[in-house]
């Protein structure tokens, strides 16, 4: 099977959305998926995105208790 351009675009945006989460930069994140959706609707982009999102705010959730239960 051969790698069209398309293929290497979609896998390295993906590579560059991982990094992001890794660094912590949701809104680079978010900036990176909405210009891949731009490009595509595949299924697999909006569960990943989905994924991204639930966990994103899960986080932020847990930085906010720490906080609260800082000033405690």
Wanted: aromatic letters at 12%; proline letters at 0%.
């Amino acid at each position: 099977m051969k790698c069209t351009a398309d293929d290497a675009f979609f896998l390295c945006l993906q590579a560059y959305i991982d990094f992001e989460i890794s660094e912590g930069e949701y809104d680079r994140t978010r900036e990176l998926y909405e210009r891949l959706l731009d490009r595509t609707k595949h299924l697999k982009v909006w569960i990943s995105y989905a994924k991204f999102e639930a966990s994103a705010m899960e986080e932020q959730n847990l930085c906010i208790q720490n906080a609260r239960s800082k000033e405690s």
